[in-house]
T-cell receptor, first 115, second 115 residues
Framework: GAVVSQHPSWVICKSGTSVKIECRSL??????MFWYRQFPKQSLMLMAT?????????EQGVEKDKFLINHASLTLSTLTVTSAHPEDSSFYIC???????????FGPGTRLTVT | DQQVKQNSPSLSVQEGRISILNCDYT??????FLWYKKYPAEGPTFLIS?????DKNEDGRFTVFLNKSAKHLSLHIVPSQPGDSAVYFC??????????????FGKGTHLIIQP
């Protein structure tokens, strides 16, 4: 149980284009989904928290107009990187929680490379 | 300001011996702690967690100890096995009433189990 999938697993895009990453909880309902970013040899950094049907809450320093998050259902959240630039190249990981003190379950991550 | 610190970037342990991974935190608002195991280009896998109202939690070969007064926790793996070789992240969270917050991660410790 507690499986989270992400799609795509890797993507290469040109500078200035937008990329959408999907995060799905496959066998449970995720009231809350989180998006993290990991740069090489660094820790995972929380970008934003999204609750189903609500606007996402962004961490300080994360541009909400650049990283659009939609949590349309209890099993799906999407992250859209708009007008991507090479400095947005990173490993993006989502996690899902069924709420309360429940542990977060992570997806396999998406490697984004912007050329 | 790093709120969760893992001061050992790497740790080498012989197979069959005990592995002890350490983690310190500075934010006294954290009340839930988790350990994750991660391989390169994959999402973290949940290992074990502990609430701040406990000082020990055990699950098979994994035991987490929490010293709240020292703001220190440790993960013990015994006996260590070759498959345990991975990067281990310590993470902390706090319950904000509406649900769990996003996790704050340490930078990770690369555990190497030597045969």
């Amino acid at each position: 149980g507690a499986v989270v999938s992400q799609h795509p697993s890797w993507v290469i895009c040109k500078s200035g284009t937008s990329v959408k990453i999907e995060c799905r909880s496959l066998d449970f309902q995720a009231t809350t989904m989180f998006w993290y970013r990991q740069f090489p040899k660094q820790s995972l950094m929380l970008m934003a928290t999204s609750n189903e049907g609500s606007k996402a809450t962004y961490e300080q320093g994360v541009e909400k107009d650049k990283f659009l998050i939609n949590h349309a259902s209890l099993t799906l959240s999407t992250l859209t990187v708009t007008s991507a630039h090479p400095e947005d190249s990173s490993f993006y990981i989502c996690s899902a929680s069924s709420g309360g003190y429940y542990e977060q379950y992570f997806g396999p991550g998406t490697r984004l490379t912007v050329t | 300001d790093q709120q969760v610190k893992q001061n050992s970037p790497s740790l080498s342990v012989q197979e069959g011996r005990i592995s002890i991974l350490n983690c310190d935190y500075t934010n006294s608002m954290f009340d839930y702690f988790l350990w994750y195991k991660k391989y390169p280009a994959e999402g973290p896998t949940f290992l074990i967690s502990i609430s701040s109202i406990k000082d020990k939690n055990e699950d098979g070969r994994f035991t987490v100890f929490l010293n709240k007064s020292a703001k220190h926790l440790s993960l013990h793996i015994v006996p260590s096995q070759p498959g345990d070789s991975a990067v281990y992240f310590c993470a902390a969270s706090r319950y904000s009433g509406g649900g769990a917050d996003g996790l704050t991660f340490g930078k990770g410790t690369h555990l190497i189990i030597q045969p």
